[in-house]
């Protein structure tokens, strides 16, 4: 706990007039340390938390802060700002700046004082404490919790009085809310960020306080880094109203059925708790018993009533691309080994492998084919599994676990009436919404034990089952057979526009869920190949290598535009994007996504255009240039990868060689004479 913060890491002179350059002058203290060990990689870290959220909250502060590989201990560096730094808060610039940094494998006793950390700066006291003393060795003790070296009289006196004018605030607060009734309105809350270290418990303090201030009884569950307890049962069966402010999915959510919920982002927890306690008592009021715990409903998709608003619509396409991406996740697995040892087996005994006998009827042991058919069809096997693991964890991830049988007996049945791909989505959906729409339905409480494990399978299923079977199978068989026929029919211009449009899905996100819905699609496919379906899954394997490759390529033909992190980045970059791993270009987007996500962008449009022109196809969906001899038209297929690799760096190299022209928008001189590098 001494070593989270000392003398060194404080700056009471802050220079810097933005946020890059106020977080490396703050690393670079932490370098100077030996708490960090690469400045350059450190500073992509936190470039890419900060794209997430901003790190800005009211009342003048700034938080950036990070996990990175690149730190050997829990650090914290403070700066102190004497015009101020935008973080992006609501009400202004931050003068308070407090740079975190914790390695990547964090243990709890550390983050615990990071959340203690988090909490303090809710109180008013302590941050006046940390704008008025001049000692670099007072605050760095005040941030640490002991006991500050010796601080002029003027200043204790101040100091008592703010804590009396609180304390007679705070008894007053408590009278009135006695008088006003006996028993408290409770609350319970959760609360939840992205990397946990911060905003999770800020927000928990802030709605304590605002609590503390209206006589509401909050308790609150924080769900981040430093640990996760649940709330007491009993806590949660006497509360009044529930308050999520999570940018996470809240776990457990079934706890709190049946109670008012509001449902908001962790940064309104942080800076406007009142209204949110306001917002929870008009609701119980109402008597408004919300069923959103049964659902996975995104964030704030409420508006400030808690009804659904316009832009509640907006966020049925956050909540649906959530459903599709849990049940692709869950595929790829599949799809990945099946199609890789179907793969191998034609690599070894030639597509006619597929036509051989079972097996377990017949397998010589020093037979190629033998083993070839062995590979083929515990291949095929992972495959059968393709469509119902889709449909079952898109189910999953609308109602939790007693959605998994109707969603995988919808896949399966998509199967049996050949709808496939198409099938599985449609049946996972509707799984999910059956059991939603089940869990509604109120019961008596002795059946509530029997009804995930029991009752909520059995009526899905059989619904699920009926509507497929009888209902909307058959159409989308036919829709399916549509696509098939229209994929097999491309050619010429047709073709071509369709490996653009892929090549760009691919290279967007790198990984995210444009990349996946592309992927997805091909994949798709190779459940039933056909020539068009395979030319989309080359298409898309072709374009995802793409992006790493061109990176890779960059940081070798000219390094000086690259830091000494990227271009070490760069060298595991060349073994990633051959290997068909898209996310290995995600740290050079992180550090600089206005100059590298078109350049590869243009790259992967060119690759899959070229790819598609070519004829080329692919078997596996997985691999990279390990599976080139799978591969129809191997050397053209290598070209158009070469082409797209070649335009995207050019135009990686050229955005980034005009930005260095310009002294202004390349670096700022700071204080101690070192070099900021400053992102446009």
């Excluded at 977080?23 to 100077?32: K, P």
């Excluded at 650090?75 to 973080?87: P, Y």
């Excluded at 374009?543 to 790493?548: I, T």
């Amino acid at each position: 706990m001494s070593e989270l913060i000392t003398a060194e890491l404080v700056d009471l002179d802050l220079s810097a007039t933005t946020k890059d350059a106020a977080a490396r002058s703050l690393a670079e203290r932490m370098v100077a340390a030996h708490r960090v060990t690469d400045l350059d990689g450190f500073l992509a870290d936190v470039a890419a938390r900060e794209a997430q959220m901003p790190t800005g909250l009211d009342g003048g502060i700034g938080i950036p802060h990070c996990r990175s590989e690149h730190v050997n201990a829990p650090t914290l560096a403070f700066g102190r700002s004497g015009a101020g730094i935008d973080f992006g808060a609501a009400d202004g610039p931050a003068d308070l700046i407090f740079l975190i940094a914790a390695p990547a494998g964090a243990d709890d006793d550390h983050l615990t004082i990071l959340s203690g950390l988090a909490r303090r700066l809710m109180d008013p006291e302590f941050t006046a404490a940390l704008r008025a003393r001049t000692d670099p060795r007072a605050v760095a003790a005040l941030i640490r919790g002991e006991e500050a070296p010796e601080e002029p009289e003027q200043e204790r006196v101040e100091a008592g009085s703010q804590e009396q004018e609180r304390a007679g605030t705070a008894t007053e607060a408590a009278g009135g809310t006695e008088a006003a009734e006996s028993v408290p309105f409770r609350i319970v809350a959760v609360t939840s960020c992205p990397t946990g270290i911060a905003h999770t418990y800020m927000a928990a303090e802030s709605l304590a306080a605002a609590g503390r201030a209206e006589g509401v009884e909050v308790t609150v569950e924080t769900q981040g880094s430093a640990g996760f307890k649940k709330l007491d049962p009993a806590v949660v069966a006497a509360a009044d109203a529930v308050i999520w402010a999570h940018d996470v999915e809240v776990r457990e959510k079934a706890r709190f059925r049946g109670k008012p919920l509001v449902d908001v982002g962790v940064k309104a927890g942080v800076n406007r708790p009142a209204e949110l306690i306001a917002e929870a008592r008009r609701k119980a009021e109402r008597g408004e018993i919300s069923t959103a715990p049964d659902t996975d409903e995104a964030p704030g998709s409420k508006d400030g009533d808690g009804n659904g608003s316009g832009a509640d619509h907006a966020h049925f396409g956050v909540r649906l691309r959530t459903y599709l991406m849990s049940g692709v996740s869950y595929m790829v697995p599949f799809v990945a080994a099946g199609g890789l040892l179907i793969a191998l087996s034609f690599a070894i005994g030639g597509y006619e492998i597929a036509s051989a006998k079972s097996v377990a009827d017949h397998f010589v042991w020093g037979e190629a084919d033998s083993w070839a058919a062995l590979l083929n069809q515990i291949g095929s096997a992972a495959f059968g599994f393709l469509v119902p693991v889709l449909a079952g964890y898109i189910a999953y991830g609308m109602a939790d676990r007693p959605a998994l049988v109707p969603g995988f007996v919808g896949g399966a049945i998509a199967l049996t009436v050949n709808a496939g791909f198409l099938g599985g989505l449609v049946a996972g959906l509707l799984a999910g919404a059956v059991v939603m729409a089940v869990q509604r339905v109120p019961v008596h409480a002795t059946l509530r034990g029997i009804m995930p494990v029991l009752v909520i399978p059995l009526i899905a299923s059989a619904t699920v089952g009926f509507l497929m079977f009888i209902v909307v199978g058959k159409p989308i068989a036919s829709l399916q057979n549509a696509l098939t026929d229209w994929l097999n029919g491309l050619s010429g211009s047709n073709a071509v526009i369709l490996g653009v449009v892929l090549g760009l899905m691919m290279c967007f996100d790198m990984g995210g869920p444009l990349n996946k819905v592309a992927y997805a699609f091909a994949v798709g496919g190779l459940a039933d190949p056909t020539p068009g379906s395979l030319k989309v899954m080359a298409a898309v394997m072709a374009a995802g290598m793409v992006p790493p490759l061109a990176m890779a390529l960059a940081t070798t033909v000219r390094k000086k535009l690259f830091t000494k992190t990227e271009r070490e980045n760069g060298r595991a970059a060349w073994v990633l994007g051959a290997s068909f791993i898209t996310e290995g270009a995600i740290p050079f987007a992180a550090a600089d996504p206005l100059r590298v996500i078109p350049s590869v962008m243009a790259g992967g449009a060119v690759t899959g255009a070229l790819s598609m022109a070519f004829g080329a196809t692919l078997r596996a969906p997985h691999g990279g240039v390990f599976v080139v001899p799978l591969i129809g038209e191997p050397f053209l297929y290598l070209l158009a990868i070469a082409a797209g690799t070649l335009v995207a760096t050019v135009l990686v190299v050229l955005l980034k060689g005009a930005r260095r022209t310009a002294p202004e928008a390349a670096e700022d001189a700071g204080a101690d004479g070192s070099r900021v590098t400053v992102a446009a």
